[in-house]
T-cell receptor, first 113, second 111 residues
Framework: GAGVSQSPRYKVAKRGQDVALRCDPISGHVSLFWYQQALGQGPEFLTYFQNEAQLDKSGLLPSDRFFAERPEGSVSTLKIQRTQQEDSAVYLC??????????FGPGTRLTVT | RKEVEQDPGPFNVPEGATVAFNCTYSNSASQSFFWYRQDCRKEPKLLMSVYSSGNEDGRFTAQLNRASQYISLLIRDSKLSDSATYLCVVNEGTNAGKSTFGDGTTLTVKP
C-alpha cells in the first residue's frame, strides 16, 4: 500500500513567516511522530500522537512557536510560527506499525532565509 | 548526556570486512529497540528490530544487552551498498510511547 507522504517536499520561508507542514500516515496506523533533523544529527523527537490525542509534545518545548495537530486521527500538520533561521532543518513524519517499527515519509526540507 | 549515544565514526572499511557498531541508552525502562539505515538526503528506513535473544538477517546481526543497556549491530562481508548512516532507536514501550534516536554512525565501504 501507500507509504507515508509529506508535503511540501521543500519550503523556503522568510524569517518571521509562518509555515505549515503536512503528513499523511499509512492508513490504519494509530501512532504518528514528528521529528526535526539537522545536518549530521539523528532525528530529534518533537511530538507524538495516538489517534487524535497528542500524548507527548516534550520536543516542541520550550519553543512557543511550534504546534502540531491531528484533529481526525489521520492527517497531521506541524505549524511553525514566526520562523527563525535555526528552524532550518528537515522535518520528518513517521507512523508506527504494530511491532513498534516506524515508517518515515520523505521529509520536508525547510530553509529559512 | 544524550539518552541514546552512538560512536559517530566514520568507519571506513574495505569490501568484505566485518564491522560492528554499538549504541548505549540511558532509560532502563526502554522496551523495544531497532536499527535504521539512512542514506544521504533520504529518510531513515528500518533495517531490523533487536530482540533480547539476538537476531540475524542475512549478513546483519543485532544484539541487546539489557543489563549493560547497549545494543550492537554486526555487518559481515561488507558491500559497497552498505555505505550509509546507521541509527539506533530506543522506544519507551513495545508499541507505545516516545522513540529516541541516536545521532548515527557513518559507514563507508571502499573497494
Amino acid at each position: 500500500g501507500a507509504g507515508v507522504s509529506q508535503s511540501p517536499r521543500y519550503k523556503v520561508a522568510k524569517r518571521g513567516q509562518d509555515v505549515a507542514l503536512r503528513c499523511d500516515p499509512i492508513s490504519g496506523h494509530v501512532s504518528l511522530f514528528w521529528y526535526q533533523q539537522a545536518l549530521g544529527q539523528g532525528p530529534e523527537f518533537l511530538t507524538y500522537f495516538q489517534n487524535e490525542a497528542q500524548l507527548d509534545k516534550s520536543g516542541l518545548l520550550p519553543s512557543d512557536r511550534f504546534f502540531a495537530e491531528r484533529p481526525e486521527g489521520s492527517v497531521s500538520t506541524l505549524k511553525i510560527q514566526r520562523t527563525q533561521q535555526e528552524d532550518s532543518a528537515v522535518y520528518l513524519c513517521a507512523s508506527r506499525g504494530q511491532g513498534g517499527e516506524q515508517y518515515f515519509g520523505p521529509g520536508t526540507r525547510l530553509t529559512v532565509t | 548526556r544524550k539518552e541514546v549515544e552512538q560512536d559517530p565514526g566514520p568507519f571506513n572499511v574495505p569490501e568484505g570486512a566485518t564491522v560492528a557498531f554499538n549504541c548505549t541508552y540511558s532509560n532502563s525502562a526502554s522496551q523495544s529497540f531497532f536499527w535504521y539505515r539512512q542514506d544521504c538526503r533520504k529518510e531513515p528506513k528500518l533495517l531490523m528490530s533487536v530482540y533480547s535473544s539476538g537476531n540475524e538477517d542475512g549478513r546483519f546481526t543485532a544484539q541487546l544487552n539489557r543489563a549493560s543497556q547497549y545494543i550492537s549491530l554486526l555487518i559481515r562481508d561488507s558491500k559497497l551498498s552498505d555505505s550509509a548512516t546507521y541509527l539506533c532507536v530506543v522506544n519507551e514501550g513495545t508499541n507505545a510511547g516516545k522513540s529516541t534516536f541516536g545521532d548515527g554512525t557513518t559507514l563507508t565501504v571502499k573497494p
